[in-house]
């Protein structure tokens, strides 16, 4: 048994195996926990909290109801209104839900704009910074669509999140992610939009966030990495040049797969080790012949 306070439980492994054997469902779990999840206790709320987050991201291939889905986000919703300590077992559980689970739109909206306005990301220790950016990209994967509605507070609030991050180890794969989505750009401006803000604005833009950080280095942005990071890539971006190259479709996407090609060789040049200078040679051997494979032994 698990205690909380002065009242006791039962323990994760047994609530899991009572949800996945389908004993009790969630909503009997919460009610459960009731006593705890709502004492003036701040330490017993934290932890029934804390239990019942636990056991949503065990819940990995368990789907739950629409109803359940809503009554908890609305649950976990309040509870980011709560003591400051129990703010991260709530983000927990939300980011279970939102990886997990089957958002319903309107509940998907308003999850993210409570989460802008009831949590300052940036005072959170480093884990729940990382769970933050977690549930801004499974939201933003998920429910895009229906989170266009919010428009331009949900680049706001998603710019405040991340404003004065200084490790950005903590979140680059999902900061790739979430910023990589938009493309392509589908984007018509308005006859009398007043910014005068077109399509390449929003392509030039999005190409400097992915060229923000080398922990973006798998992606793209061979003017910008430095070598070490772009020679494991050379095999696949060689195949992709080649392609466009010989068997191109367009003007335009050749002219872009030489100038990726040129950009290449610039980075490489731009290195003396050892070891990048022999990627460099084997590389360029590998071009003049027109050979596919890339053989670095």
């Known amino acids: 048994m698990a205690a909380l306070g002065q009242e006791e439980y039962p323990s994760l492994a047994t609530l899991l195996q009572d949800v996945y054997q389908r004993r009790k469902n969630l909503l009997q779990v919460v009610e459960l926990l009731g006593p705890s999840l709502t004492s003036t206790d701040t330490d017993k709320r934290c932890s029934a909290v804390q239990l019942l987050s636990s056991l949503l991201q065990k819940l990995v291939?368990?789907?739950?109801?629409?109803?359940?889905?809503?009554?908890?986000?609305?649950?976990?919703?309040?509870?980011?209104?709560?003591?400051?300590?129990?703010?991260?077992?709530?983000?927990?559980?939300?980011?279970?839900?939102?990886?997990?689970?089957s958002m319903p739109g309107e509940r998907a909206v308003i999850l993210i704009q409570t989460l802008f306005k009831e949590v300052h990301t940036q005072s959170l220790m480093q884990s729940g910074r990382y769970?933050?950016?977690?549930?801004?990209?499974?939201?933003?994967?998920?429910?895009?669509?229906?989170?266009?509605?919010?428009?331009?507070?949900?680049?706001?609030g998603f710019l405040q999140a991340m404003d004065g991050e200084k490790d950005p180890r903590l979140f680059a794969e999902d900061l790739f992610e979430v910023?990589?989505?938009?493309?392509?750009?589908?984007?018509?401006?308005?006859?009398?939009?007043?910014?005068?803000?077109?399509?390449?604005?929003?392509?030039?833009?999005?190409?400097?966030?992915?060229?923000?950080?080398?922990?973006?280095?798998?992606?793209?942005c061979l003017e910008e990495y430095p070598p070490q990071q772009i020679k494991d890539y050379?095999?696949?971006?060689?195949?992709?040049?080649?392609?466009?190259?010989?068997?191109?479709?367009?003007?335009?996407?050749?002219?872009?797969?030489?100038?990726?090609?040129?950009?290449?060789?610039?980075?490489?040049?731009?290195?003396?080790?050892?070891?990048?200078?022999?990627?460099?040679?084997l590389f360029l051997d590998c071009v003049i012949k027109g050979e596919t494979e890339l053989s670095f032994g």
Request: with cysteine; hydrophobic share 40%; glycine share 2%.
């Open 131 to 156: 769970t933050v950016y977690s549930l801004l990209a499974s939201l933003l994967d998920k429910n895009m669509k229906d989170l266009k509605p919010v428009g331009s507070d949900l680049v706001f």
């Open 234 to 281: 050379l095999q696949p971006l060689w195949q992709a040049i080649k392609r466009e190259v010989f068997q191109t479709v367009s003007s335009e996407l050749e002219d872009a797969a030489l100038k990726a090609l040129s950009s290449i060789i610039k980075n490489l040049e731009s290195s003396s080790q050892p070891d990048v200078v022999e990627f460099k040679t």
């Open 61 to 101: 291939n368990y789907k739950l109801t629409d109803r359940e889905v809503e009554l908890l986000c609305e649950f976990y919703c309040d509870r980011l209104k709560d003591h400051y300590s129990i703010i991260p077992q709530a983000l927990l559980g939300l980011q279970a839900l939102a990886s997990h689970q």
């Open 179 to 220: 910023t990589s989505c938009y493309f392509p750009i589908d984007f018509t401006p308005a006859t009398d939009d007043p910014y005068g803000l077109t399509k390449d604005d929003l392509v030039l833009g999005l190409r400097r966030c992915l060229a923000a950080t080398s922990q973006f280095a798998p992606s793209t």
